[in-house]
Nanobody, 114 residues
Framework: QVQLVESGGDLVQPGGSLRLSCAGS????????MGWYRQAPGKQRELVAD???????NYADSVKGRFTISRDDAKNRVYLQMNSLEPEDTAVYYC????????WGQGTQVIVSS
């Protein structure tokens, strides 16, 4: 059974930073497109950023210039560095692994509030 486990969510003040981490197991991690999605209360889940097996990246317009996605295939991990956080970034953040199948983690809560 593929497992994706997110960590790093927290309560942070506006303007602050967080680094999310996702550890994958029981999958050929290096082959997968890895992504971070988020879901705010009352809203649909949306793509935040993803990174291909060749490390090409894609970002939602709302996070460009503030968030950075990266991967370490040796450690089976994908990261999301989030800077200049805004209250609108408050959401549950989910890790996704996508190839022929799609797998999801359980999510980690990020709250941006003063």
């Amino acid at each position: 059974q593929v497992q994706l486990v997110e960590s790093g969510g927290d309560l942070v003040q506006p303007g602050g930073s967080l680094r999310l981490s996702c550890a994958g197991s029981r999958l050929e991690f290096r082959l997968y497109v890895m992504g971070w999605y988020r879901q705010a209360p009352g809203k649909q889940r949306e793509l935040v950023a993803d990174i291909t097996s060749s490390s090409s990246t894609n970002y939602a317009d709302s996070v460009k210039g503030r968030f950075t996605i990266s991967r370490d295939d040796a450690k089976n991990r994908v990261y999301l560095q989030m800077n200049s956080l805004e209250p609108e970034d408050t959401a549950v953040y989910y890790c996704n692994a996508r190839l022929l199948e799609s797998y999801w983690g359980q999510g980690t809560q990020v709250i941006v509030s003063s």
